[in-house]
């Protein structure tokens, strides 16, 4: 009988112990989708010379929503602006941070004086966002543009 007990007793603790594991799972989901995601989504690294371009994914649940649609690149007397086209795939607004980080021909990274950007969309907004290099086109030979900080309360209210 006593024997009977201690099984019971064993069942009754690994039920809870599963039960304040799902129960610590759950908040800690919850709670990431409440306060929004403060890594890095995704980047796009662009080999200039080579014309290439490498998609590299950090977060594939956020990665599809929050997208890089389009870059393109523009020269004006030497200088290198790159156009960023970002989709919003929520159904929700949102906020987040862009950068663009470059490098030199020897693949060298390059002091950043703009840092990252603020950015706010509306469900399912598409919008350009306009970064210059810090030195002349002819010098910048490899581009990444990253996305972090998507936040789905960031914005809202304003």
Known sequence: MSEDRSQKAEVSSRKSLALAGLLALGCILIGASLLGCSARINSVIIDR????????????????????????EEEKNGA????????NG???????????????????????????HQINLESSQEEWFRFIAPRAADQIGRMKIMARDINKYSGAGS
């Open 49 to 72: 010379e080579a014309g290439t371009r490498r998609w590299d994914i950090d977060n594939i649940f956020l990665a599809n929503d929050i997208k890089v649609v389009d870059i393109k």
């Open 80 to 87: 290198l602006f790159v156009n960023v086209l970002i989709r």
């Open 90 to 116: 929520w159904a929700m607004r949102i906020g987040g941070l862009l950068k663009v980080q470059f490098y030199d021909n020897s693949g060298i990274q390059l002091d950043d004086p703009w840092g990252w």
